[in-house]
């Protein structure tokens, strides 16, 4: 799930840490070393389980079917099989099989979370909310059902509602890493920027290979004016992963906010090598050609940018003719 936080030369990204996803009962033992009762609707559903975990999807839907047909009450493979639906991204099977679930035991707090994360998935996230809302009156401690609830709300935009869902599921988890990443997300749309550097900082402590804080405080340091940690952060992400040609972008962004046009254009360079269909650089990259007076190499990356329908501003473009003293 992403959300836009800001626009600079170009639209920076707000990454939002993926929500929790669906929770299977948990297995007690390894396919390879489970002895099957063949009536027990309990073992069929224990191994699908270490299927599940496995990823051997198909397989652990054939256990649940089983159960299933040992015992078409036993809420706890109904709540699997839609867990393993989820996990192949079928959501209206897992929605279904949850549906079962809670019609067998309506205070299944589990298969009510699994089915909001669901819903989640599909885009309803009042349904989805609904859903959790049911799981944390059942168990008020369930750290996932507030974290994906505030995920929620964030989807939403009710930034507000989602900072208390995080701080409690930081309350609950205190190594929550995602609950402090989302939270400084949740800040940083509402310019909390303070507040969000302190749990993108908390991230980078618990992991400190977090990609997605260290690109994430970047921005925020950028929207504070602070484009030398923005450079940093921005650095150390590409440390990380060489392959991010937009965070490449991002980073000549800040080097043209601070004047020192090479490093920048080297940025765009880089961005362009590794995606050459990437026309907002193409256009970051001839404005800043433009400033050091490169007309030439300003037109060729402006005519690239149009031909991949970037939408050129047309004050630049009247600019950039009057400076060059072409027309087109």
Request: charged share 25%; aromatic share 14%; hydrophobic share 35%.
């Amino acid at each position: 799930m992403r959300n836009k936080l800001f626009a600079l030369l170009t639209i920076l990204v707000m990454a939002v840490s993926l929500i929790v996803g669906c929770q299977t009962v948990a297995k007690k033992t390894e396919p390879t070393t489970l002895e099957i009762n063949p009536r027990s609707a309990e073992a069929y559903t224990i191994r699908g389980a270490a299927y599940y975990s496995e990823g051997r999807y198909d397989l652990a839907i054939a256990d649940c079917n089983e159960a299933l047909e040992i015992d078409p009450r036993y809420a706890e493979a109904y709540n699997n099989r839609g867990s393993v639906y989820y996990s192949k991204g079928q959501y209206d099977l897992a929605i279904a099989d949850f549906n079962k679930a809670l019609e067998i035991n309506p205070r299944y707090a589990k298969a009510h979370y699994n089915r909001g994360t669901a819903y989640y998935s599909k885009g309803q996230y009042d349904l989805a909310i609904a859903d959790f809302n049911k799981a944390l009156e059942i168990n008020p401690r369930y750290a996932e059902a507030h974290y994906n609830r505030g995920t929620a709300y964030c989807s939403k935009g009710q930034y507000d509602l989602a900072i208390p869902d995080f701080n409690k599921a930081l309350e609950l988890n205190p190594r929550y890493v995602d609950a402090y990443g989302n939270r400084g997300n949740a800040h940083a749309e509402q310019g909390q920027y303070d507040q969000a550097i302190l749990d993108y900082t908390k991230v980078l402590e618990l992991n400190p290979k977090d990609f997605e804080a260290y690109t994430n405080r970047a921005k925020v340091y950028e929207r504070k004016g602070d484009y030398d940690r923005a450079i940093l952060d921005f650095t150390k992400a590409l440390e990380l992963n060489p392959t991010r040609f937009d965070i490449y972008n991002c980073r000549g962004n800040a080097y043209a906010v601070k004047k020192q046009y090479h490093q920048a254009i080297s940025d765009y360079s880089k961005a362009l090598e590794l995606n050459p269909t990437y026309a907002m650089t193409y256009y970051n990259r001839g404005a800043v050609y433009r400033i050091i007076e490169n007309y030439q190499q300003s037109w060729e990356d402006i005519k690239e940018a149009q031909k991949l329908g970037y939408p050129i501003p047309a004050k630049f473009l009247e600019d950039l003719r009057k400076a060059s003293g072409r027309e087109r």
